[in-house]
Structure formats: C-alpha cells, structure tokens
C-alpha cells in the first residue's frame, strides 16, 4: 500500500464549480499534512497546510480526519487559473523534514 | 528575493556516464533536501541537510547516488554510472531551520534524461 494515495483524475470542472480531492495516508503516527500545487512542468508550491481544525484561505478549505486518515482539500468558486496538479503532502512522524507526497490529482477547469 | 535555483536545467547523458547536478538554496536557509520525481509520480525524497551533515540518506536508491554540502550552502547531487531509470526531474528544496513545520521551497527542477 502506497503511504499516501490520491485519485490521480483528471478532474474537468467548469469555471465557476466547486470541487473536492480527497488523500488517504497510511501512517497513522503523521504529524504534519500540506497541500502543494504543481503546474506543468514547474516546480511544487505550498498551498496550504492542513490543521486537525480545520483551515481556510479564500476559496480553498483544507480539513483532516485523523480517525479516518484522511485530508481533503475543497475549491469553491474554480478559476481557470487552479488548473493545475495538486499534491497532498504527508510528514511522517519521527523523520525531521522528509516529505512524503502523493502522486497528485490532475485538476483541468473548463469555460 | 532569489529562490532556489538548480543547474543545469537539463541534462542528457549516455548510459554509464557520471553527472553532477548543483542547487542554490535560498540564502539563510539551513536545511537542504533532494527529491526525485518521475513521470507520473510525486517527488520521492533522497536525500536530507542539516548544515553540512547529511541528517537522512534513507532515500538514496543505491551506491551509485551521492550528495555533498562541503559549505553548509550549495549542494551538489552526484550519480554515477547513470542507468535509463535515472532518467527523472531531480528537485531540491530548502528550507529555514528544518523543523517539521517550515515550509519548504523548491527549485525548478533538473530535468535529466539517459539515452
């Protein structure tokens, strides 16, 4: 079982839609969750962290379910602009900084 | 400010050769980190910094990968030997202190393809 799994997609929504990527992680010990973007050919970035709480930022809210071992990540409102992949990112508990991502749900929005 | 930078972009090499790949972390940042991504796939963590000192190798595949950071600044990610699995986008990233909760920046990527 791979430690982080994620639906690859792709994912085609109108602009306008809202959408929902969900993450499963294996290691029930993890500490810290993210979600990064990817666009083609460009490096990952830091979209967001992911509290147990809970956590907005404009029209992306992340939520966790420790219980379950899973993190989704929700857009509301989609531009053509979040066309991208999205990375959900686990860290595994007693190693410093090592990331473990998945491998990425393809997100295309559409006019 | 500047940001992480790797070179070279690309890098074609023939089966056995030895390369060098080099990163920039971003100027301050203590913690430096190797990945690997191949099509398809998320990045897969190699190797990790702490100053000079490699703090996790875990992730190097086997003998033929190695990572130096004689200066506690600069790393350099070298393979020798080079195999068409190799063929990948290696990523470095950095990151302030290494602590679980710094965000780590990530450079644009080594695209490095064997023949």
């Known amino acids: 079982r791979k430690e982080v799994e994620q639906d690859p997609g792709p994912f085609n929504v109108p602009e306008g839609a809202t959408v929902a990527f969900n993450c499963t992680y294996s290691?029930?010990?993890?500490?810290?969750f993210f979600w990064y973007r990817q666009d083609c050919r460009k490096e990952p970035k830091l979209l967001m962290s992911v509290y147990s709480s809970g956590n907005e930022d404009g029209r992306f809210t992340a939520q966790l379910n420790r219980a379950s071992q899973y993190i989704s990540l929700l857009i509301r409102d989609s531009k053509l602009s979040d066309s991208a992949t999205y990375l959900c990112v686990v860290n595994p508990t007693g190693t410093a900084s090592k990331l473990t991502f998945g491998t990425g749900t393809r997100l295309q929005v559409t006019l | 400010g500047a940001g992480v930078s790797q070179t070279p972009s690309n890098k074609v090499t023939e089966k056995g050769k030895y390369v060098e790949l080099r990163c920039d972390p971003i100027s301050g940042h203590t913690a430096l980190y190797w990945y690997r991504q191949s099509l398809g796939q998320g990045p897969e963590f190699l190797i990790y910094f702490q100053g000079t000192g490699a703090a996790d190798d875990s992730g190097l595949p086997n003998d033929r990968f190695f990572a130096v950071r004689p200066e506690g600044s600069v790393s350099t990610l070298k393979i020798q030997r080079t195999e068409r699995g190799d063929s990948a986008v290696y990523l470095c990233a950095s990151s302030l202190t290494g602590l679980r909760v710094d965000t780590q920046y990530f450079g644009p990527g080594t695209r490095l393809t064997v023949l």
């Open positions: 290691n029930s010990a993890s500490q810290s």
